[in-house]
């Protein structure tokens, strides 16, 4: 199934990775083109053997699947080059955030199916969360196609289109957030003298044992959290820090600000589409 991907970033790259390694696709069938970036493409071709070209018709012509990676700001020109070679047959999936399907279909000028994902970077190790919608073009086929590539990625979960802005907040966005956490614990570790290999273990160990317990246990986080902190305790006396400084709501605030900018993105081609 020949699957063109208009972009080369970490996203595109990620799905690529995921897919070949859970063997959604092969890498002949893939063909990546990005705006001028011809080192981009050249490491990609280096590193996972697919196909990359900057000929239209060697991107495009008989391609089943087309992923649209490139930055959201670009995405008129991709639709306006893809748009000949489009067919009823096609699929277009979208990873750009805030780009509402509707400016999809209205820009194609024709009815296609679309499948808008919102995936992780995560996805390069097979361990994504995303969500996906899907126009009302889409067949059962198509359904189960999109199915198949993204769960090669990572978990994956069909909500409304309204509800993809709050999925960007969770789990788009998500891995940059733990990441920062991360990184104040590595900060710590080296100031209280820990050696930064060993550090990293204990770090890693501790997110994974605790993802297992919200993922495994039954419990509420409320409570898990509770079962750690002993009156008069270390964990107690560290989660008044965090209270102090109104951590919690300072990330209440991080998602739903993140939320809101996929919103923002997308109120811009909504509004577009109303000059046209």
Known sequence: MKTAFIGAGSMAEAIITGALVNG?????????????????????????????????????????VIVLAMKPKDV??????????????TLIISVLAGVPMEFIESEL???????????????MIGKSAT?????????????ELALQLFSAIGLTVIVEEHLLDAVTGISGSGPA???????????????????????????????TGAAGMIETSGAKTEELRKAVTSP??????GLNVLNKHNVKNAFIECITEATAQSKRLGSRFQKQEMKK
């Open 232 to 237: 008069g305790g270390t964990t107690e006396a």
């Open 24 to 64: 959604a696709l092969q890498k002949e069938e893939i063909v990546v083109t990005n705006h001028s970036n011809q080192k981009r493409l050249q490491e990609l071709t280096e590193k996972y053997k697919v196909n990359t070209s900057y000929d239209h018709e060697t991107i495009f012509q008989g391609a089943k």
């Open 177 to 207: 957030f733990i990441y920062y956490v991360v990184e104040a614990m590595e900060s710590s570790a080296e100031i209280l003298g820990l050696e930064k290999d060993l550090a990293k273990k204990l770090i890693i160990q501790t997110l």
């Open 76 to 89: 008129k020109e991709a639709l306006q080059t893809i748009q000949s070679y489009v067919t009823s047959d």
């Open 109 to 123: 000028k024709q009815q296609v199916a679309v499948v808008r994902a919102m995936p992780n970077t995560s996805a």
């Open 131 to 143: 969500g996906i919608s899907l126009n009302s073009a889409v067949t059962e086929q198509q359904k």
